[in-house]
């Protein structure tokens, strides 16, 4: 089954509100990545976390990941409309085999 | 930064036929490539992942005789989708990394495959 869980499946937000997305893992990740893909686009790297409860930030994204390693979350401060996408978790099973293990995504639509 | 090619990007082809997709990384070296499929608005599935002089490694459920995976050198991979039907209409994405699955993936920018 998927062992990599995302919510929500779709956000839709006005423009200037914040949003949030979720990834879980059954079992703990080495690490965390995120991608963004616009629409008709290709994902795009965005950021990794590794460290237990590591915090990252770029710009209006914070970006957590646990202290367990088995979940991680992506939080946008006040949208903007180039923040239309949908956003991807992948993580590395540590058990396992040894493989990048993608999120089904989140599609974040805004209404200007 | 590095940069994924993958070509062609859209492809029209009957049924029956076999369709051959490329991923290249043009400015650094993949002893591994992952190629991807992805249905409409859903997330990206694994396929297999493409060993540079060695035979790709193909995930659960994957037929690898339908899809012929060869990675001849660092920096080309090649899917082609045999005698291809309406069912293997998708979106097709390469990816590559530096240095492992623990760096960041490059993704190409997807093939297009419509079988009719």
């Known amino acids: 089954g998927q062992q990599v869980m995302q919510i929500p499946q779709y956000q839709h937000v006005q423009e200037g509100e914040d949003f949030t997305t979720y990834c879980n893992s059954s079992?703990?990740?080495?690490?965390i990545q995120w991608y963004k893909q616009r629409p008709g686009g290709h994902p795009v790297f965005l950021i990794q976390l590794v460290k237990s409860g590591e915090v990252k930030k770029q710009k209006r994204l914070t970006f957590q990941f646990g202290e367990a390693k088995k979940n991680s979350s992506l939080h946008i401060t006040a949208t903007q409309t180039t923040d239309v996408g949908t956003y991807f978790c992948a993580g590395i099973l540590i058990q396992g085999a040894q493989k990048l293990v993608f999120g089904q995504g989140t599609r974040l639509t805004i209404n200007p | 930064g590095a940069v994924v090619s993958q070509h062609p990007s859209r492809v029209i082809c009957k049924s029956g036929t076999s369709v051959k997709i490329e991923c290249r990384s043009l400015?650094?070296?993949?002893?591994?490539m992952f190629w991807y499929r992805q249905f409409p608005k859903q997330s990206l599935m694994l396929m297999a992942t493409?060993?540079?002089?060695?035979?790709?490694?193909?995930e659960q459920g994957v037929e690898k005789d339908k899809f012929l995976i060869n990675h001849a050198s660092l920096t080309l991979s090649t899917l082609t989708v045999t005698s291809a039907h309406p069912e293997d209409s998708s979106f097709y994405i390469c990816?590559?990394?530096?240095?492992?699955?623990?760096?960041?993936?490059?993704f190409g920018n997807g093939t297009r495959l419509t079988v009719t």
């Open positions: 493409s060993n540079e002089g060695s035979k790709a490694t193909y």
């Open positions: 400015d650094f070296q993949a002893t591994t």
């Open positions: 079992t703990t990740l080495s690490n």
């Open positions: 990816s590559a990394s530096r240095s492992g699955i623990d760096s960041p993936l490059h």
